[in-house]
């Protein structure tokens, strides 16, 4: 009865008519009985929905159709006309039926097969290939696949395995429709095969694989692909799921587009099994046993075909891709939309549905029953497969997939593991396209607003939140921004739904982002159009608010309310959260700053609300009061917990640029009273893991102060020409330094280092803090003449700064009330101060001294500047004072460093050591019984952190982690004060250093006893000095600090006045001392033989034999070995290399020995190493007799040397060294003093103190051989004879041999006289004596008298050898009696009887013996103790010699006697007393009357004194009693100034008064009668001690301007201005060199003016003769060129020459308005060239201490240049042939020079000339290089200046008036002719043409074009075309850019045809 109806069931085929039998069979294939069978059951079944039965539990979920036929369990039932009874069999049926209505276009195999067996196939294939026969080929093909399909549950092996094998070698001959067809016949299920049997699968997979070996190089596959693999996912799945058929599989799901989810995400398992799901359960396969076999080896054969890697997976439907998919959505759509229940759809189509989400419609289908089948327990894994590739692939946006989107949102599970697969689903879905997220979050919130929201909203916003961190939050707060914006009012729903969402999403969402999401401008039109726009930005204010204060987590409050109770927990929680609140508050303020001014004109009340409120400085009620949240228990924590917040840098910049600005309703003081609270704010939460107040910008402190600067009204009218001052508001302007002070301490590097550098104040302030003293002047003002100063320029400040103040506000008034304004009722005067922030430093008030107080006691700003190493503020201070300012608060700065000493700097630690060093050596007094128990806890604690100082110094040096730098700061610190001149200074570093070095060198004291005896020898010697002698050489990086000690002490022994301690530095630097460098080297020899030369004193103590040191030899040792390894060094340079720069050679001489060797060395160290062996060999080991062979060889001649700079024969050995080598008892050097010596030199030695007798001997034979020579010539130089015979006779007495012949020469001119020697010639006799003393009673004085031996007396009276163990012999009576006799013979000799050997005669005899005696030294010094006794018998002596005047040899004998006692206490160990004064005091006043026959004589002596630097005050004082008397003054000038020469080198105290003398007395009754040769002396005196001063400073590289001369230059000058008024009309020649001579020396300067030559200057020109200047401007204006002139001194006088008052004396006082200037020098041409020479001379020497050097000309040289511009064009006096000369010889100088920077400066010269007199470019051509030159547009004058200016000024002015018009056009072409003529004239005025453009942009087109400007800005751009090419020079490129700038603003004003046609005329214009 179903028969008439079969063909309903089918869909038409596009391709042909479906008249085939159902496709279950091949086609004509087999018996009839096959091909009939299939067709019943199609014949019969009608499928019908309502004939399935409802209640199957068992059966699939869907009924899908199936590939396969029906077939019978066990044998194929007949034709029935009825359908089976049996479920199972109508089941079958409906499959069948479904299956050709599904598919109705899979065509049956139209080719006829070709049957052969399969051993043949491979050569049947072969045969028909070669005969070309593709039907054959085919049909075989066919054939085969017949075969496989009729034998599915077992194929021949060898038929597979053919077609495998031919697969692989050729593919393409399956590629053919017919066998495509075949092939795809066995992808279907066969129908002969049972229901439940699954159908053997292996036939499939080959058909797969030799389908894709077929197609896989095709990219085009046929459509038939997509129906079987339709047919079979909906089917069993045979082929589909097969791990097998992957790779083709893959290919064909390419045609759907879908991304497929990874097998990781699928839930439903693919284990690789071969058939599908079937509710009835799978049954075994009815296959034969060895079925598995076969299996296996078909399996293995695939894999070798097509392994799955092998397999290539590319768009196969690209072209059919809208067919597959009109197809893929008809039989999905078929199956969805049939009657059916819901949960009866099979899991299969969810597969399907799976692969082909790839179309939108299908997810939109998918979606909308994808909650249901979610819910069906035996849908869920493929369903949630489903959900996942839904999700994955919903990749468009557009309306199906935002309409899938908010189904998906729609979707409620409950289930955990169904719901942890649905966040995972939607994370897949905000990958798959960026818009799903905005409309997920977006969908979401409104969800869960509405009434019908999903309890799982919270939970998927988390996921999103999780999933997109940085764009969820912003597209959550663009949906909260979308809720305010409505008309009613969401605040509250809002802040509740915030909280919500921060609960349920545990806090893990990014505030910062949201936060900046809340604040982003919106475009859209209903936020453009929006109508509570107030409201908004307070709403969002409120937002942000909150957003903040939930960031506060359980974590952040726990860790919060810890560091409120001092614990450290969680405190990385805590920073992240307050760096967070820091964050978005800076997005807040520039959303206030730059976005809100865009939505909308808040009101400046709401404005500033909302400022507040973001920063938390707002009342608190205002963030609690919408809803009551946060709690009443937490509102102050939690605002306190927002507030106290590291401050950003953006955030503080940005407050004062609001309050900068005009357009925002935030005031200057307001945002300043902000700025300061935040900074301060933040700066209480100050920790060492917080950046709290990090600013890099130096910006912020030109913003700061201008904040502060006080704007006068607007309105008020200033008058013309007044320039206001600029002034602050003082209570902003000291606020603004506190707050700037804060900022410097956090910001030490940026901040700090320019406020330091560029800001006096905020120096001053910083300085304040550090060092804890608030006082004015800061206490680091060491200098009190500097504190004199500030606080006086202070005061001039002050006053300035009233008056100013004073006339600003009366201007003010004026223009306002007409009051006259005075200090009592001024307004502004108490409430402005001058704004001069890089001046000097103000006193500040002392309310501001209390804040700065008391902010440095809250903050600690101190701590943080002095804690800063870059910049190191704090060793700048210490540097810049003395120890004893800097300790009071340096000592709390270490003691409040709270036991971290590594913050401070190494030099304050060194510091702060000396001052406890200090402390420790001031006498400590003892504790007082009332002191408390505090101080005494403070001191234990003071010593406790000295020790650690000093562990911590000792650490540095001597730790494990010692460093180069460190090591050498510590020990810089310290060497640099030994060589103070201070001897305190000096002192406390050697105690610090051996604190330092010595204390904890090392631990163990075994190891120091061990090494104390390894080097015991100087140590012993020197027991104070171990910390240089042993401690230092054993530090562990001595050799990187082993050369700045020794340089250090090289300096330090030219200070160090303690014999001890220059002895341990000589034996430190001979031992340790770097001589690897040859320079180095040089420098020790040089310096130590400075030592030995120069300080005599100190040598002389050092190797006195009375002194008897005992480091003496130590300390000569160390001398010999340094000078004996420097001469060996030295001599074994090559005589061509050059040891020194040219500028030391004058001082350097060529030596050259007999032997061949040569050196060149400074004459000092020859003479060092001479007077080293002066003092003869040392004990034990050295290398004396070395040196001694090297420089005096035996029997040899000595080296010879020569000048290095004029190679001329030099003196090695002057008379002053050759007298010490006489004097020394070194025999060869005594012989080698002696050669070659003059008769002159002879008598000069003889009569000197101290010689050996041996030495002695020697001399007086060498006087008879001279007698013998030359006897006139020797007579001739002996002055007296009588004293020089009575000097041989006492030789003699001493054991002189020699001397006779000489005596004998003396002898015949003297007159016979009486021999009173016979008693001096006595010997005396030193044994005990017994005195044959009459005595007159026992108790009565003794009688002496002169036949007594009062040598025996005097020793009696003087033991030179007094034991303690028994009483000195009372020498009382016997000075009595001694004391009586000489008195009675003073009375005697006053009445004039004198006797010829009394009494006193016989004493000065037996003293004089006793002094030539070897005891001479203990006798003056047992006198020197006894001068009770011995002063009054030198005075009763001294009285005797007073009256017995006459009695010359009395005389003589007393002045030696005298002299001799004198040499022995002339000695630094000898203590000065009464004896040494009374000594000195006679020699004084009568020695010389007596020995000195003429003045020459004493000056003679007095020269020999300085050479030798004994003391010159006996010597001088005698040539002064010599002159006082009227002797003629008969000494040569040279001697005369050679000896003034040296007492200004020593700064004798008698220089003035000799001096006095000289020209008063000497020289008016010597030979010269004329002041010439006093004033050639006094300035010989001055150029030669200014030359000293200049090779002094030669090592000064500071050296001032004015070098300061030495001490007596005053006296000098004082006497020259005496001598001579004019200064230069007595000796022209050398008072002209000591006025304008150059002055040259090799330092870093390359000149010094002496600070005397102003004031001899200012006396020439005030008080010379006309005459006398006439000649001296001659003298300099026609100085031949070789002798160079200081051009500063030359053009300073001519200068003062035009200005001397002198001039304008009986002129008219007041100057006519009309006067004409009159010029004073008239110069000739030649003349005003050697003034522009001086010029130029100036200029360069003034460049050479330019940091630019000679490369090019600095602003210095041009502005020097200008300002002796005055001077030329006075001396020019206007005359233009002048100028023309001037001008030509610069032109001419600047070709000569070429390229080169006195080219430039003659250029700048010229320039300016050409400025001054514009007219010259008519007479001389000027260099196109001149023009250009720099110079032309900065501050110099010009001639034509005014008139330039009136012209641009009547240029610019766009008048009405025809008259107006007139002048602009008039000017127009003035300037024309001037830009043609002289362009650089008128670029000078280039910024006022751009200034006067810019005001008049600000108008439209249309009152531009009406107010004629548009004239002006075309004349001004036809001039700039003028002006090409110069104006594009880099001096004018501001000022033109500037104006193009204005010209193109105008441009865009109008409209663009206006800016067409304005643009066309300024073109035409210009053109």
Not at 323 to 328: A, K, P
Request: aromatic share 6%.
């Amino acid at each position: 009865m179903n028969r008439p109806k079969p063909t309903t069931l089918r869909r038409p085929s596009a391709a042909k008519p479906s008249g085939h039998p159902p496709p279950g069979d091949f086609i004509a294939l087999g018996s009839k009985g096959q091909t009939s069978e299939p067709k019943a059951p199609a014949a019969l079944l009608k499928p019908s929905p309502s004939g399935l039965p409802s209640d199957r539990k068992r059966e699939p979920p869907s009924s899908l159709p199936s590939s396969s036929g029906l077939s019978s369990l066990a044998k194929r039932p007949k034709l029935s006309s009825t359908p089976p009874v049996s479920a199972l069999g109508r089941l079958a049926d409906v499959a069948a039926v479904d299956k050709r209505a599904i598919s109705p276009s899979i065509k049956e195999p139209s080719v006829v097969p070709i049957e052969v067996p399969p051993a043949v196939l491979l050569d049947e294939i072969e045969a028909a290939e070669a005969e070309g026969n593709d039907d054959r080929i085919e049909g075989v093909l066919c054939g085969a696949v017949k075969q496989l399909k009729m034998n599915r549950a077992k194929p021949d092996i060898t038929l597979y395995l053919s077609l495998m094998f031919l697969a692989k070698i050729k593919p393409n001959v399956f590629a053919t429709e017919g066998v495509i067809e075949a092939l795809c016949s066995l992808l279907r299920r066969d129908a002969s095969i049972n229901f439940k049997a699954k159908g053997n699968n292996l036939v499939s997979v080959l058909a797969c694989n030799l389908l894709m070996a077929a197609y896989e190089e095709d990219e085009n596959w046929p459509e038939i692909f997509v129906k079987v693999y339709i047919e079979d996912s909906l089917g069993e799945r045979i082929w589909v799921d097969s791990s097998h058929c992957k790779n083709f599989v893959d290919n064909i799901q390419t045609a759907f587009t879908t991304k497929m989810p990874p097998k990781s995400m699928l839930l439903q398992a693919d284990t690789g099994r071969s058939g599908g799901d079937l509710s009835a359960g799978n049954s075994p396969h009815p296959s034969t046993p060895d079925e598995d076999e076969g299996q296996t080896e078909l399996l293995i054969a695939e894999e070798k075909l097509s392994p799955e890697d092998e397999g290539q997976v590319m768009p196969r439907y690209e072209e059919l891709a809208e067919g597959v998919e009109d197809y893929v959505l008809d039989v999905l759509k078929d199956q969805l939309n049939r009657r059916q229940p819901m949960d009866n759809v099979s899991r299969n189509l969810l597969r399907l549905l799976t692969a082909t989400c790839g179309y939108k419609e299908v997810r939109l289908m998918a979606i909308q029953r994808l909650e249901m089948w979610l819910q069906n327990p035996k849908l869920t894994r493929p369903a949630q497969d489903l959900l996942m590739s839904l999700c994955m692939n919903c990749n468009t946006h557009g309306s199906d997939d935002m309409e899938v989107v908010s189904n998906l949102i729609k979707i409620r599970l409950k289930p955990k593991v169904l719901l942890n697969h649905y966040m995972l689903c939607v994370r897949e879905l905000l990958n798959a396209h960026r818009d799903n997220l905005g409309t997920m979050v977006k969908l979401l919130i409104f969800n869960e607003l509405s009434n019908s929201r999903n309890p799982n909203n919270m939970q998927v916003l988390h996921t999103v939140l999780q999933h997109s961190p940085e764009q969820a939050p912003k597209f959550l707060a663009m949906v909260f921004q979308d809720l305010l914006t409505n008309k009613d009012d969401y605040l509250r729903a809002s802040r509740a739904l915030l909280r919500e969402i921060i609960k349920q999403t545990k806090h893990e969402i990014n505030f910062q982002s949201f936060c900046l999401g809340l604040m982003q401008e919106r475009k859209e039109p209903s936020y453009v159009d929006m109508e509570f726009k107030e409201r908004f930005v307070i709403q969002v204010t409120d937002l942000l608010t909150v957003s903040m204060m939930l960031g506060i987590t359980a974590q952040v409050k726990e860790a919060g309310i810890a560091w409120d109770k001092g614990e450290k927990k969680n405190l990385e929680v805590l920073r992240a959260f307050q760096n967070q609140i820091a964050a978005i508050q800076r997005d807040a303020v520039w959303w206030l700053h730059t976005v809100v001014p865009t939505i909308s004109k808040v009101g400046p009340k709401d404005y500033v609300h909302c400022l507040h409120k973001v920063l938390f400085t707002e009342q608190p009620e205002t963030y609690y009061k919408w809803d009551n949240w946060p709690p009443e228990s937490d509102r102050n924590f939690f605002l306190r917990l927002c507030s106290e917040v590291p401050l950003l840098e953006d955030t503080l910049m940005r407050i004062l640029v609001i309050g900068l600005s005009r357009d925002l309703p935030l005031g200057p003081a307001d945002a300043m009273e902000l700025a300061d609270h935040l900074v301060k704010r933040a700066a209480g939460v100050q920790s060492d893991d917080l950046d709290v107040l990090k600013v890099e910008r130096i910006q912020l402190i030109d913003a700061v102060l201008n904040l502060c600067t006080y704007h006068h009204p607007e309105n008020i009218q200033l008058p013309a020409g007044y320039q206001p001052p600029n002034l602050a508001i003082s209570t902003l302007y000291w606020k603004a330094w506190l707050l700037l002070l804060v900022v410097a301490a956090f910001n030490p590097q940026k901040i700090g280092l320019a406020a330091w550098d560029g800001y006096p104040t905020l120096k001053m302030l910083m300085e304040m803090v550090m060092t804890n003293n608030y006082s004015y002047p800061p206490c680091t003002v060491a200098d009190e003449e500097t504190k004199t100063e500030m606080i006086s320029r202070e005061l001039q400040i002050s006053q300035r700064e009233k008056q100013e103040i004073l006339a600003f506000e009366s201007h003010l008034a004026a223009a306002s009330t007409k009051q006259t304004i005075t200090e009592s009722n001024s307004l502004l005067l108490s409430q402005l101060t001058s704004l001069d922030p890089q001046g000097p430093p103000r006193r500040p008030p002392p309310h501001i001294q209390e804040q700065v107080k008391t902010l440095n006691q809250s903050l600690r700003l101190g701590h943080l500047l002095c804690r800063s190493r870059s910049p190191d503020f704090l060793l700048n201070i210490i540097q810049r004072q003395a120890s004893s300012q800097s300790m009071p608060w340096l000592a709390d700065l270490v003691q409040s460093s709270e036991g971290s000493l590594d913050v401070l700097p190494v030099q304050c630690l060194c510091e702060f050591l000396l001052h406890d060093a200090a402390d420790d050596s001031s006498p400590a007094e003892d504790e007082e019984e009332g002191e408390s128990k505090e101080q005494r806890a403070k001191k234990r604690q003071r010593q406790q952190k000295q020790r650690q100082l000093l562990l911590r110094l000792q650490d540095l040096l001597l730790g494990s982690k010692a460093d180069e730098q460190t090591t050498r700061e510590v020990l810089d610190y310290f060497l640099r004060r030994l060589s103070s001149s201070q001897v305190a200074s000096r002192v406390l570093a050697m105690k610090g250093l051996s604190l330092v070095l010595s204390e904890s060198g090392l631990r163990d004291g075994e190891d120091r006893d061990q090494l104390m005896e390894d080097d015991s020898r100087d140590f012993e010697l020197l027991p104070g000095y171990q910390w240089l002698l042993q401690d230092l050489p054993k530090l562990p990086l001595f050799d990187s600090v082993r050369a700045m000690t020794a340089s250090a002490l090289q300096q330090a022994i030219h200070m160090e006045t303690d014999p001890q301690t220059i002895s341990a530095y000589l034996i430190y630097l001979s031992q340790h001392a770097p001589v690897e460098d040859q320079a180095q080297h040089n420098d020790l020899a040089l310096d130590v033989a400075r030592l030995i030369v120069e300080r005599s004193t100190i040598m002389s103590t050092l190797f006195s034999k009375h002194s008897c040191r005992p480091e003496s030899d130590a300390v000569l040792s160390a001398l010999v070995s340094v000078f004996s390894s420097y001469v060996r060094r030295m001599r074994k340079t090559k005589e061509g290399e050059d040891l020194y720069s040219w500028s030391e050679s004058q001082d350097q001489v060529f030596l050259r020995w007999t032997s061949g060797e040569t050196a060149t060395m400074h004459i000092l160290v020859v003479h060092a190493m001479v007077i080293l062996l002066t003092l003869g060999p040392p004990k034990g080991e050295s290398d004396f007799y070395a040196l001694l062979d090297i420089w005096f060889p035996d029997k040899k001649p000595l080296p010879t040397a020569f000048l290095v700079d004029t190679s001329e024969e030099a003196l090695l050995l002057p008379d002053w060294l050759k007298l010490r080598m006489i004097r020394s008892e070194v025999s060869r050097l005594v012989d080698a003093a002696l050669q070659d010596l003059e008769p002159q030199q002879l008598l000069l030695f003889v009569q000197s103190f101290g010689i050996p007798v041996s030495s002695m001997s020697k001399l007086l034979q060498y006087l008879d051989q001279a007698v013998s020579h030359d006897p006139q010539t020797l007579e001739q130089n002996i002055m007296d004879k009588n004293y020089m015979a009575h000097l041989v006779e006492v030789q003699h007495e001493r054991g002189a041999t020699g001397g006779h012949t000489f005596h004998a020469l003396l002898s015949a001119s003297l007159t016979p006289q009486k021999d009173s020697a016979e008693v001096s010639r006595a010997k005396v006799t030193l044994e005990t004596v017994h005195p044959s003393v009459k005595m007159r009673a026992a108790n009565q004085v003794p009688v002496i008298g002169p036949e007594d031996d009062l040598a025996a007396i005097f020793l009696q009276m003087f033991p030179l050898k007094v034991d303690p163990r028994w009483p000195a012999p009372p020498s009382r009576p016997l000075s009595l009696a001694l004391q009586q006799a000489l008195a009675q013979e003073l009375a005697r000799v006053r009445k004039g009887h004198i006797q010829a050997a009394g009494i006193a005669v016989c004493l000065l005899q037996a003293l004089a013996g006793l002094l030539n005696s070897a005891h001479a030294g203990a006798l003056v010094m047992a006198m020197h103790r006894n001068h009770t006794v011995s002063c009054p018998l030198l005075r009763q002596l001294h009285l005797y010699q007073r009256l017995v005047s006459q009695d010359m040899t009395f005389s003589s004998l007393f002045f030696k006697s005298v002299v001799q006692m004198l040499t022995w206490l002339d000695n630094p160990t000898v203590e000065a007393g009464p004896m040494q004064t009374l000594l000195k005091s006679l020699a004084a006043q009568y020695s010389h009357k007596h020995r000195i026959t003429d003045v020459r004589t004493g000056f003679l002596h007095l020269a020999e004194t300085l050479a030798y630097r004994r003391d010159s005050e006996v010597a001088v004082r005698g040539v002064i009693a010599s002159l006082r008397a009227g002797e003629r003054c008969n000494a040569e000038p040279e001697l005369v100034g050679k000896v003034l020469q040296d007492l200004m080198e020593v700064r004798s105290p008698f220089l003035e008064e000799l001096l006095s003398l000289l020209m008063t007395v000497g020289m008016a009754t010597g030979a010269t009668s004329s002041t010439a040769g006093p004033v050639a002396m006094v300035i010989s005196l001055l150029l030669q001690e200014t030359e000293e001063q200049l090779v002094k400073k030669e090592v000064d590289s500071k050296a001032p301007e004015f070098s300061r001369t030495g001490p007596s230059s005053g006296l000098l000058v004082d006497w020259l201005e005496k001598l001579d008024p004019e200064v230069t009309s007595v000796c022209p020649d050398l008072q002209q060199k000591l006025l304008f001579v150059l002055n040259k020396f090799n330092g870093s300067h390359g000149t010094l003016v002496p600070s005397y030559r102003p004031y001899l200057l200012a006396l020439l020109t005030h008080q010379s003769s006309w005459s006398t200047l006439h000649q001296c401007i001659s003298a300099v204006l026609n100085k031949p060129r070789d002798q160079r002139l200081n051009p500063t001194s030359a053009l300073d006088f001519l200068w003062a020459c035009g200005h001397i008052p002198r001039i304008w004396q009986g002129r008219d006082q007041k100057t006519p308005q009309k006067r004409s200037e009159k010029f004073v020098l008239r110069l000739k041409p030649e003349e005003l060239i050697s003034l522009v020479d001086l010029i130029l001379s100036e200029s360069e020497l003034n460049c050479r201490d330019s940091p630019h050097g000679k490369m090019s000309l600095d602003r210095a040289s041009c502005s020097l240049i200008q300002s002796r511009l005055p001077l030329l064009q006075s001396c020019c006096h206007g005359d233009m042939e002048s100028v023309k000369k001037v001008a030509e010889y610069l032109v001419n100088c600047a070709k000569k020079w070429g390229d080169s920077v006195m080219s430039r400066r003659c250029q700048n010269l010229l320039l300016q000339i050409y400025l001054h007199f514009p007219e010259v470019i008519q007479h001389v051509t000027l260099p196109e290089a001149t023009l250009s030159s720099e110079g032309a547009a900065d501050g110099s004058a010009c001639k034509l200046d005014v008139l330039v200016h009136r012209l641009i000024t009547l240029l610019a002015d766009t008048g009405d008036s025809k008259s107006a018009e007139s002048r602009s056009s008039d000017a127009n072409l003035a300037c024309r002719k001037l830009a043609v003529s002289h362009p650089i004239l008128l670029l000078r005025h280039l910024p006022m043409v751009a200034a006067l453009l810019h005001g008049r942009i600000h108008l439209n087109i249309q009152e531009f074009r009406q107010q004629n400007h548009l004239t002006f800005f075309s004349d001004v751009l036809a001039i700039l075309e003028l002006l090409q090419p110069l104006v594009f020079h880099s001096d004018h490129q501001r000022a033109l850019q500037d104006c193009l700038l204005s010209i193109m603003k105008v441009l865009q004003v109008g409209k663009k045809a206006d800016s067409y046609k304005v643009g066309m005329r300024f073109s035409v214009c210009s053109t």
